[in-house]
């Protein structure tokens, strides 16, 4: 039975990291595959975790089970660390949920529970699993308008005119901040029309953020998440820890939910439980105990805080300087929108043609639609990045 299973093709930013893995050049640069890495190039165990590791280990007494939304503190500090004040908490019903592509893939579930007949509607470009769940899941997928290849920023106008389109019942899918793969965010404003039109529409905003603290801060990242929950009567929001708590193979992700009143927030608790119950049960605990320990303790909160903080700052540092060496290499403003698009990602509009061409000559490994991890650079590597874009991209 198993020679009827079809073969599935490669992933491209998996097969990207062999290609780049096997380039002797030196002056190769890896920005690929999307996680964070520092100047040297590791993705480090942030302080706040590790402490906060060695406190679960002398603390915890038992490996037993939780629940099936997993343990109730995590689904409250995620609440806060998010939601904040913006919704009474009484509306709110939580799961944990491997990783933010966990969350996503209940989030679907839970909408086709409620309406079967949903379409999802997801930006173009969106983060291709999104589309690759819908469609493995069997969802009706229709595309908003979002990014304009030319200037490389959010064509809201033509967003909106497709938003036209939305039926009672669809689920809208929004990136919270720090786009994928684009790095073009809307502004806190156009977050505000967009939730008015989901809101006349009677739809069902789903908001994926994955990258809480790498855009503009904790709070301003999550601004336009708590600008939708305070101005619409419900909404599903999937966030993920992987990259902010630096814990990505611990799969730590929360499905959120917030109804329309608190006396209905309990049946949407017990099916998301539900949702967990069939696909996997009890949710993985540990990653998310590590998370609940550091946001449950001022100062190692403060020491989390601080340690994104740098991070953060020493992204929008890279952005800022690329940016500065294109202008002087291109001697134009053409590749200013590096230092505006927020987040480890940036589509920079070159086309597969001129990705190949980088590669080849250069040693620079993106994904073909030309996004690159920022993350990947380092102040010394990133005049070889802009030499490569300058004589590679016309
Ligand atoms: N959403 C977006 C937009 C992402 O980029 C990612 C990770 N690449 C996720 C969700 C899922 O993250 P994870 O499952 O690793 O927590």
């Not at 109730?72 to 004040?85: I, S, T």
């Not at 529970?113 to 997801?122: E, G």
């Not at 601004?223 to 619409?232: F, I």
């Not at 080849?360 to 996004?371: H, L, N, P, T």
């Amino acid at each position: 039975m198993l020679n009827n299973l079809k073969p599935q093709a490669p992933d491209a930013i998996l097969q990207l990291i062999t290609l780049c893995r096997e380039d002797t050049r030196a002056t190769k640069i890896d920005l690929g595959v999307g996680v964070y890495k520092d100047g040297t190039g590791n993705t480090p165990v942030m302080k706040a975790i590790r402490t906060a590791g060695k406190q679960v280990w002398d603390a915890e007494t038992t490996k037993v089970y939780t629940n099936l939304p997993g343990d109730p503190a995590f689904g409250n500090v995620m609440r806060d660390l998010v939601l904040a004040d913006s919704v009474s908490a009484d509306r709110v019903s939580a799961i944990a949920t491997p990783g933010g592509t966990g969350a996503i893939r209940q989030a679907f579930e839970l909408g086709r529970q409620a309406n079967p007949d949903m379409t999802v509607w997801t930006s173009n470009p969106t983060w291709p699993n999104h589309v690759a769940i819908l469609k493995f899941m069997g969802l009706p997928n229709s595309e908003y308008a979002y990014f304009d290849a030319e200037s490389c920023t959010v064509d809201f106008d033509a967003m909106m005119d497709s938003l036209k389109g939305v039926k009672a019942g669809d689920m809208v899918l929004l990136h919270g901040c720090c786009h994928n793969p684009t790095g073009a965010n809307l502004t806190l404003e156009q977050f505000g029309i967009v939730a008015d039109l989901i809101a006349e529409k009677g739809a069902l905003a789903l908001v994926d953020i994955a990258y809480q603290g790498f855009g503009d801060g904790l709070e301003e990242d999550a601004a336009p998440t708590r600008l939708l929950a305070s101005k619409l009567p419900e909404m599903l929001i999937a966030a993920s820890c992987s990259k902010n708590f630096g814990v990505y193979r611990e799969r730590v992700g929360c499905l959120m939910a917030v109804s329309e009143t608190a006396a209905s927030a309990p049946t949407t608790q017990a099916n998301m439980n539900y949702l967990n119950r069939i696909a996997f049960s009890f949710p993985p605990d540990h990653g998310a105990r590590l998370v609940t320990t550091v946001l449950s303790d001022p100062a190692l909160t403060a020491d989390w805080k601080t340690e994104l903080e740098d991070v953060r700052l020493s992204m929008l540092g890279l952005r800022t300087q690329l940016a500065d060496e294109l202008r002087q290499r291109t001697n134009s403003d053409r590749f200013d929108f590096i230092a505006e698009h927020r987040g480890m990602f940036s589509r920079i509009g070159a086309t597969p043609e001129e990705v190949l061409k980088m590669r080849e000559d250069f040693g620079i490994y993106m994904v073909s639609d030309s996004r690159m991890n920022i993350a990947g650079l380092n102040p010394t590597t990133v005049p070889h990045l802009a030499e490569a874009i300058a004589k590679s991209c016309k």
